[in-house]
Every structure is written in C-alpha cells, then in structure tokens.
C-alpha cells in the first residue's frame, strides 16, 4: 500500500459556475436535477457510473470510482450561471431542444430558478451573437471585477465554501497567443488597457483563479491556455484544465487513430464532415469561430499518428474536417467519416463512419465529470494544468515542452492511476508476470 494523498473532505455546498446557459449547460443542469430525483440515469458520466480495479485482478476488488475517493455528490451542487440572454435555465433548455418537453416540465421549479448574471461579452469575440444581458464597465479589468463580485455573492447566497467554474460558452474567434498573455502583470495590464487580445473567457477564467476556483475549458478558446493563467492558477494553488469537450467526431477519432496506429497501418486521407443545427452550429458558422474549432480538431491525428517517426505510414496524409450549420437538426448532430487506410504491400481499403449524435447529451456527463474531478483535485492540493483529464478534451493542455496524449485508452489509463495514487493504491502497469503460471 502506498501512502495516500491528503485528501480535503468533500464537506457542504459545491458551486458549480457555468459561463454560458446554453444547450450543453441546461443538459448538465437539468439532467443534475433529473438524477438526483431518480427520472433518469447518469449514462456517459464517471464519476457516477464508472468502478475502477484496485490491486491483483486476483484480488477481485473493483469499487465505483466515487467510493475510492471523496466526490462531491450529486445534492450538493449548486449551479450559478451567465448568459448574454436573460433566459433562466428553464427557458433556455426548451430553446435548446436538447431533452423533452415532458421531462422539462417535470424539473421546471428547479431550472426557472436559475437565472443568469449579466455576462461579460464583446461581440468583437463571439460575432453571431448579440443578446441585452451584459456588464458594462469602463475596463476589462473592471469587468473581471465584477465576476469576482458575482462569484463572491453566490457563494455566500448559496452557503457553498468551494466553488469550480467550467466554461459552456460559446467558442470565441481565433486568438493567437501574444506577450500581453506571457505572464500575469502583462495579462492584468492588457486588461486595464482594454486589449483586444483579451477575451471575455479569459476574464473568467482570471476571476476564477483569483478567488481560488478551479477553471474547465469546454470550448477551444485559448483563455487559460497561456502561460499568464497558468503560472496565476500555480501561484494561487488553482487546477486548470482544458480545452474542448471531446465528444461526437474527436472522440471517434482518437478511438480509431489509435487503433491504424498500433497495428502499423497507413493512412492516405481522413475527411470528417459535420452538420448541426444548434446555436453553437450557427456561433461556429462565423470563419472566426470556426477557425478556433478547425486548429482544436485538427491536431488530433498529428498527436496520435507522429508522421515524423513513421514517415512512409503517416507522412503525407490529408485531413480535412468540415462543420455547416444545417438548422434542421437542431442538437443533433451528424458527423461522417471517410477514412482512405493502407494496408499489407500499400494495398488501400476504406473506413466509413456515420455518427449520429446528440451534442449536448455527450457533452453533459463530460462536464459533471470535470466539475467533480476538478474539485477533488484543488481538495488534493493539485494545482496548475491537470493532464489527468486529458480524457475528456479535444486539445489536452500539457505542461511546457511536452506533447499532449491524445489516444483515448492512454488517457483512461491515466485518469484511473492518478485516483489510484491518491488514494493510495498500487498503480497498474498490466505487466502481469508475476501471476502464478498454470
Ligand atoms: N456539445 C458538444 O458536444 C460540445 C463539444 C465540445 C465543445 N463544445 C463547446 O461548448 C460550448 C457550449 O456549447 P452549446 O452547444 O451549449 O452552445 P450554446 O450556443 O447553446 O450555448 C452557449 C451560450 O453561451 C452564451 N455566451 C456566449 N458568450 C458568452 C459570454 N461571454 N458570457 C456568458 N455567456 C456567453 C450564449 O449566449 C449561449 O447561450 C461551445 O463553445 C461549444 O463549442 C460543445
């Protein structure tokens, strides 16, 4: 046994902040509400279905991960939100389409209780969008200012002495990394001076860090992926994690790469096509928006494939990915696949995929997960970036130097051995010689 991490007690109210009350964050909060009141299951989620091995697959012992360590439950989060629209979470998840009608109206007190604070926006960052529920102050350091005041109030409203924010806002346009976000006086100074390589994400992101509260980056927006919010979130003992949900296309891919990959088969061309109908569809319909999407999809296969080590396997393929906003499918989503693949003596075959997803409902468990874990991980003392959770994003943020991991069943591996390190146990390596023979 190895000596388990000090682990704070997941004691009284969470805050969970959700920047954005759109479809992925109405579906986490309704389904929240609809599990905890035993309508539906928690299917997708970790941290409320998953169990995890411990020790000698002899030894026969496999707990639900939320018993091998202190999860905040289900009862205990309180959800607190912005949006550009003034729509309470009821209102704005019968505007997603995500869930039913009848299972809305069931959880409708609960989620017209929800109502959002005035977000800070800049139309400069988000084009297709324009709603009246916005702060106004001179600064964009004032700005941040403000959210810490409304991170402060809801969590003395809501008697809660932890909080984690994951962001379930819209993607923002393409921002380059630039020296304003090289580290946090520079970060802090653009702020003051209005900045336009500072945005709104990113105030959020600050005002998390700086009261103490973890950050989750759902959306592909640089916001903490800079060194700025990241040596803030060291210093002031924060985990960060990010970026982007890894859902429908992404999470297909880094299933099957991996698989070309460990058996040494080649690939000519991968074209991923997507169409969806929801008001992220029509957010990502913007060049700008969608090019901060495209660079998040794209790096996968990169990542995964390494072309340099295995030039004639990987050198020269072609990948294109493709998202039209398609209003009829609302949430809906369909993506499709054509995989071009190399096998035996150069002889080609083809993969073809169709998914047919439901955005928001992958999404959801995505970022119950990542609120919890993040909360276990600032009870841990874990601070900075947290590549543990790699498994859930589409652009794993990694520490300086390093590539991130991509393969989805490494990033399982990872996320299982370090819960086993904190609590304590054996990590597994599934070497698995020293079982008796025969
Ligand atoms: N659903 C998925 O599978 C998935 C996967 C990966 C990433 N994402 C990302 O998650 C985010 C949310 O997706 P969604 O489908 O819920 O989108 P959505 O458009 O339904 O919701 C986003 C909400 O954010 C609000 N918003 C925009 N800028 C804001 C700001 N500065 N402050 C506060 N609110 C703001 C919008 O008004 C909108 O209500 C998007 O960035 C999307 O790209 C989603």
């Not at 289900?74 to 009608?101: C, E, I, M, N, T």
């Not at 700008?288 to 340099?308: A, D, M, W, Y």
């Not at 900075?384 to 652009?395: D, P, R, T």
């Amino acid at each position: 046994m190895r000596k388990p991490v000090s682990i704070a007690p997941a004691q009284g109210p969470l805050a969970v902040f959700l920047p954005g009350l759109g479809a992925v964050a109405t579906t986490l909060v309704a389904g929240v509400e609809a599990v905890r009141r035993g309508l539906a299951k928690p299917f997708g989620s970790l941290t409320q279905l998953a169990t995890i091995r411990l020790g000698r697959r002899t030894d026969r012992r496999s707990p639900p991960i939320r018993e091998l360590v202190p999860l905040a439950g289900l009862d205990d989060l309180r959800f607190g939100a912005w949006d550009v629209f003034p729509d309470d979470a009821y209102q704005s998840a019968v505007h997603a389409k995500v869930l039913d009608r009848a299972l809305l109206d069931q959880l409708k007190e609960p989620l017209s209780a929800i109502r959002p604070m005035p977000a800070a926006f800049s139309p400069d960052h988000v084009r297709r969008l324009d709603g009246p529920n916005v702060k106004k102050a001179r600064t964009k350091r004032e700005l941040a200012e403000l959210l810490r005041e409304d991170i402060r109030g809801f969590m003395k409203a809501n008697g809660c002495t932890r909080g984690v924010m994951v962001w379930c806002a819209s993607t923002e346009t393409y921002l380059r990394p630039s020296t304003v976000h090289a580290e946090p006086g520079a970060l802090e100074r653009a702020m003051a001076d209005n900045d336009p390589a500072i945005a709104p994400s990113m105030l959020y992101a600050w005002a998390a860090i700086q009261e103490g509260i973890p950050f989750v980056n759902g959306a592909p927006n640089l916001t903490v992926d800079v060194p700025a919010l990241q040596q803030l979130a060291v210093r002031r003992g924060v985990p960060i994690a990010g970026k982007d949900f890894k859902t429908g296309q992404t999470l297909m891919k880094t299933v099957l790469a991996p698989m070309l990959k460990a058996r040494m088969l080649g690939l000519e061309g991968w074209f991923s096509t997507n169409i969806l109908g929801n008001r992220d569809g029509e957010v990502l319909d913007d060049p700008g928006s969608f090019k901060t999407k495209e660079v998040s999809k794209l790096s996968v296969l990169e990542h995964i494939l390494q072309p340099r080590m295995y030039p004639d396997l990987y050198g020269h393929f072609e990948h294109k990915v493709n998202i039209s906003y398609y209003k009829p499918r609302g949430d809906n989503k369909e993506g499709w696949d054509a995989i071009d693949i190399v096998g035996w003596l150069g002889y080609p075959m083809q993969i073809k995929v169709n998914f047919q997803c439901r955005d928001s409902i992958l999404a959801a468990p995505v970022a119950l997960d990542l609120a919890l874990f993040t909360d276990l991980a600032a009870r841990a003392g874990m601070k900075g970036i947290q590549e543990w959770l790699s498994f859930y994003f589409k652009s794993p943020m990694v520490a300086e130097g390093l590539y991130p991991e991509h393969d989805l069943f490494i990033q399982l591996t990872k996320l299982k051995n370090t819960l086993r390190h904190l609590a304590g146990e054996e990590l597994i390596t599934h070497l698995g010689l020293d079982y008796p023979a025969g």
